[in-house]
T-cell receptor, first 109, second 116 residues
Framework: KNEVEQSPQNLTAQEGEFITINCSYSVGISALHWLQQHPGGGIVSLFMLSSGKKKHGRLIATINIQEKHSSLHITASHPRDSAVYICAVRALGAQKLVFGQGTRLTINP | GAGVSQSPRYKVAKRGQDVALRCDPISGHVSLFWYQQALGQGPEFLTYFQNEAQLDKSGLPSDRFFAERPEGSVSTLKIQRTQQEDSAVYLC??????????????FGPGTRLTVL
């Protein structure tokens, strides 16, 4: 079993829908990251959080440390949101990130 | 300002060739990471530098993989006698601090290596 599990692996939705991507992890962490990767492109950091909730534009990230679970929400989704979204954690005392397999999101117009 | 850059962006190698992948981190960043991303998978850790010191190389898959950062800035990942299973995107990331929970990593565009 991977240390970081994401669901769903693939998600297709219509423009305007509310999107939720889930991430569960099995180790104690100092931080959790949500990252975005476009085809052929590099990785862009969306959020870094260790508790509570963060919001940036139409993106919202929440984390529940006790349950070892985080969610990324996209409101009013748009085709330009189509990308792979990756959850990654930094375990306590570590520097490296451990990544989930990613969720491929496709938003159709 | 300039982000993390990597070169080459694409590399095709014949099986058995040696390759060298370069990473230019953001100026002044203390920490540098290399990750390997196979097709359709999330990245996996290879190695980590703090300045010129390689503090963790536990993710290097074999002794054919070697990384260095001699002056604490530019880093090179070298793969000797490449094999087909080495085909992947190699990502470099840098972060400004040497430690701490709120140490965001900034990623380069990656080098896509294809071994024929």
């Amino acid at each position: 079993k991977n240390e970081v599990e994401q669901s769903p692996q693939n998600l297709t939705a219509q423009e305007g829908e509310f999107i939720t991507i889930n991430c569960s992890y099995s180790v104690g962490i100092s931080a959790l990251h949500w990252l975005q990767q476009h085809p052929g492109g590099g990785i862009v950091s969306l959020f870094m959080l260790s508790s509570g909730k963060k919001k940036h534009g139409r993106l919202i990230a929440t984390i529940n440390i006790q349950e070892k679970h985080s969610s990324l929400h996209i409101t009013a989704s748009h085709p330009r949101d189509s990308a792979v979204y990756i959850c990654a954690v930094r375990a306590l005392g570590a520097q490296k990130l451990v990544f989930g397999q990613g969720t491929r999101l496709t938003i159709n117009p | 300002g300039a982000g993390v850059s990597q070169s080459p962006r694409y590399k095709v190698a014949k099986r058995g060739q040696d390759v060298a992948l370069r990473c230019d981190p953001i100026s002044g960043h203390v920490s540098l990471f290399w990750y390997q991303q196979a097709l359709g998978q999330g990245p996996e850790f290879l190695t980590y530098f703090q300045n010129e010191a390689q503090l963790d190389k536990s993710g290097l898959p074999s002794d054919r993989f070697f990384a260095e950062r001699p002056e604490g800035s530019v880093s090179t990942l070298k793969i000797q006698r490449t094999q087909q299973e080495d085909s992947a995107v190699y990502l470099c990331a840098s972060s400004p601090l040497g430690g701490g929970a709120y140490n965001e990593q900034f990623f380069g565009p990656g080098t896509r290596l294809t071994v024929l």
